[in-house]
């Protein structure tokens, strides 16, 4: 068996948790290849992990891993995607970080819920992604050309709203007066689509949300579509450019450049334990069930 180990932060304390996995990992003659940037990450805080000098390093990743872990919170999943990419490694989150709806193992229950990985009790669920075409064409995005979470278009230099228009299978739906606009998968559904007033979504729906940011138009609501529809944005600033963001990756486009949304030819592979699903995550993270009355 052979796993892929990555994070992408480093927290005061973390290296316990970083160690417990290698000891749990490596008692179960689990083969486990470390992110170079995480060791380096590790080496830059001057953190001593036992095993860490004998374990090999990787830059880039191939189909022999069985599973991918990702050490951190959501944001961590997003950048553990640009690595996994179209590979269908399964990647499962401990989540060191805060809410984390996406790494499920919680610290706490490090040991007991990775072992249950290493023995294979797991279901594997698929999370849709989103890319994008641009015209005209802008090839910085080409690399690392899906979101897991959304793809939004923000204003850039200015505290002007932008115009965005949105036509859904060439049907023009809305022009927004905003300062943005979002357009997030189910997984994205519980990320700045929610902070921004969108609806929480279960992952197996196959469903796209389209969420303004900020619109001036008071009948502005956030829409749901179904994930095989596609979507085409053209937006128009006082600016010279507009920014666009697939998850965390930004790039800058001229003004009046349209985007078509849709969705990926491939999907990411998750792992889900058996005591973890989208409804209890929902109550424990949003706490639902705590109110007194009940």
Not at 33 to 41: R, Y
Request: aromatic share 8%; glycine share 6%.
């Amino acid at each position: 068996m052979k796993a892929a180990l990555f994070g992408q932060f480093y927290r005061q304390g973390a290296e316990a948790y970083v160690q417990l996995i290698l000891q749990t990992l490596l008692h179960h003659q689990v083969d486990v290849h470390v992110a170079q940037e995480f060791a380096d990450l590790l080496e830059e805080n001057d953190v001593v992990i036992d095993q860490m000098d004998d374990l090999v390093r990787f830059t880039e990743l191939d189909r022999s891993y069985d599973f991918f872990i990702s050490v951190g919170g959501d944001g961590t999943i997003l950048k553990s995607v640009t690595y996994v990419r179209d590979l269908d490694i399964p990647v499962i989150g401990i989540n060191t970080g805060r809410l984390g709806f996406l790494s499920t193992i919680p610290k706490e229950d490090l040991e007991k819920q990775l072992l249950q990985v290493i023995k294979g009790n797991y279901t594997i669920t698929e999370r849709t992604l989103l890319t994008i075409s641009t015209q005209p064409e802008d090839n910085d995005l080409a690399p690392l050309n899906f979101a897991l979470n959304e793809v939004a278009v923000n204003r850039k230099n200015s505290t002007s709203m932008i115009r965005v228009d949105v036509w859904i299978q060439q049907e023009h739906l809305n022009s927004y007066w905003s300062d943005g606009l979002i357009v997030a998968t189910p997984t994205g559904s519980t990320g700045y689509s929610l902070s921004c007033g969108g609806p929480l979504i279960d992952p197996s729906s196959a469903n796209l949300v389209i969420t303004p940011i900020a619109p001036h138009n008071l009948n502005a609501r956030p829409l749901i579509i179904p994930d095989h529809q596609e979507v085409r944005l053209k937006v128009t600033t006082g600016e010279a450019h507009f920014l666009v963001s697939l998850d965390s990756r930004i790039a800058t486009l001229p003004n009046e450049t349209e985007i078509l949304i849709k969705k990926a030819p491939f999907t990411l592979k998750m792992i889900q334990l058996p005591q973890t699903s989208f409804i209890k995550t929902l109550r424990d993270k949003f706490l639902w069930g705590e109110d007194r009355r009940n």
